[in-house]
């Protein structure tokens, strides 16, 4: 298949890499990602100059405005690296282009999933039709944001009936759902508060990996229906798959992602109600807008006083099953802190926590279970490692911040979509090739270096010596 091949000089080497065209290959046949310095002496900003000059050879074209119907991907997306013909995650990647100036891609990006929620409820897990069944975590609410910041208040009226459906699909049964029982994403507790938990609507097994959803079912004795939803929901978490959502924390027939709740997810709905508060607000309807305020405000002192794990001092998902916070550490942490959820009380227990727990010479991990999936240690991942940055600098811990960033970024010498933080290679796991130039990868770096200028001046021989010293 053709490739375009992108060159950039260094301190007197060319170093050159391949990327693929919009036409898939096969499965099995992409290429593992390559080195891109071979060694070279370079400094960070090369890399962000070949980050914005990929910019310019992802999905260019847009579709929504002219699709007659709800046809599947008649909303293309942003994307770079293959296999990803779909919207992995998004909202994280348009950090990236926006901090480049590319703001027209970023409108084009929130027009394309607000054409899928009003086509079908939500933003599918992928462009897929088999993934009609379940959604991406809901970023959108935190992309109109974003849209905001340049183009004015205007953004929230024009997408508040996107934002309105958006939350109607992740709150259906609400209403009618019953002390100590769940509805598709809903759940009310015994005492009547109401969270979210991933789901998926249908319990058999995945299209994508029909042969090992099977295989993983006849290995217990459970209910398979039972194993094809939680391994169906575990991969709308968008951490498929990780020990965060396994009972035993390594075998994936012990999942049990439909008896958590995501402490990430219900920050993420709780600000999906706090802009639903200001869109309202804006178009003069206060009744309204308070409704969806006091929504947020319950939602927040829920998490607050269900998530957190006192002896552990950091934020942790909600067990169903044991009626009291799990007792995962996870990097998933950090949400209620980048929302600005978490008490100043517990951000200075937490910041200690991740210090040393999660902190690596490489930035954030994921868990603290070595597993082998890769959603577990020792990968990291480059939205984690955002939501920690922006996160801890919220709560007046700069230092903390900082040296997460520049540890990350003394990793993204080389750009892959994962990294193993022990070793400072590419992570693995997973069930396909690495890629060059994932879209998340690019898009963190390339913002991270917005929030701290100096980042451009990083070297591998400065990084090294960091590594050295730590």
Request: hydrophobic fraction near 40%; aromatic fraction near 10%; glycine fraction near 8%.
């Amino acid at each position: 298949m053709a490739k375009s091949r992108l060159h950039f000089q260094c301190s007197g080497y060319w170093m050159t890499f391949n990327h693929p065209s919009h036409e898939e290959e096969p499965h099995g046949s992409r290429r593992q990602s390559r080195r891109l310095f071979n060694g070279c002496s370079v400094w960070l900003r090369a890399l962000l100059l070949a980050i914005a000059v990929l910019w310019g050879v992802t999905n260019t074209h847009s579709a929504h405005a002219q699709a007659p119907a709800c046809a599947w991907e008649a909303a293309p997306s942003e994307q770079l690296g293959q296999p990803f013909r779909a919207v992995q995650l998004s909202g994280i990647f348009v950090l990236g282009l926006d901090a480049d100036g590319k703001h027209d891609r970023v409108v084009d990006m929130l027009k394309d999933f607000a054409f899928e929620i009003d086509c079908y409820g939500h933003v599918p897990n992928g462009n897929r039709s088999y993934y009609l069944s379940r959604s991406q975590p809901p970023f959108f609410s935190s992309m109109v944001d974003l849209i905001a910041k340049r183009d004015g208040d205007g953004a929230y009226l024009t997408y508040l009936p996107e934002l309105r459906r958006e939350y109607e699909y992740w709150m259906d049964g609400a209403v009618i759902v019953a002390p100590g029982q769940g509805y598709r994403h809903v759940v009310r507790l015994l005492d009547g508060t109401i969270l979210n938990r991933f789901w998926d609507d249908r319990a058999e097994p995945r299209d994508e990996s029909y042969r090992e959803d099977v295989e993983t079912a006849r290995s217990v004795h459970r209910d398979p229906g039972e194993v094809f939803r939680s391994l169906r929901a575990e991969t709308e978490t968008g951490w498929d798959f990780s020990s965060r959502w396994l009972g035993d924390g390594h075998s994936l027939n012990t999942n049990r992602t439909v008896q958590l709740l995501p402490v990430d997810l219900n920050c993420l709905l709780g600000h999906l109600e706090e802009t639903l508060a200001k869109a309202y607000r804006l178009k003069g309807d206060e009744d309204r807008s308070s409704r969806f305020a006091d929504l947020a405000a319950h939602r927040a002192a829920s998490i607050r006083r269900l998530m957190w794990n006192e002896t552990k001092q950091i934020y942790v998902d909600y067990d169903l099953g044991r009626n009291q916070p799990a007792e995962a550490v996870t990097a998933a942490a950090l949400f209620p802190l980048y929302l600005n959820i978490a008490t100043v009380t517990q951000a200075d227990k937490e910041a200690t926590t991740v210090r040393r727990l999660l902190l690596t010479p490489a930035g954030i991990a994921t868990t603290l279970e070595v597993s082998g999936r890769q959603w577990d240690r020792p990968n990291g991942w480059a939205p984690m490692q955002w939501v920690a940055v922006v996160g801890l600098r919220s709560y007046d811990k700069p230092r903390l911040a900082e040296a997460i960033a520049v540890r990350w970024s003394c990793q993204n010498l080389e750009i892959y979509r994962k990294y193993n933080l022990s070793s400072g290679s590419a992570g693995g796991g997973g069930e396909y090739a690495l890629q060059i130039g994932f879209g998340w990868t690019n898009g963190v770096l390339r913002a991270l270096e917005s929030l701290y200028p100096n980042l451009s001046h990083l070297s591998p021989e400065f990084c090294a010596s960091t590594a050295a010293a730590q």
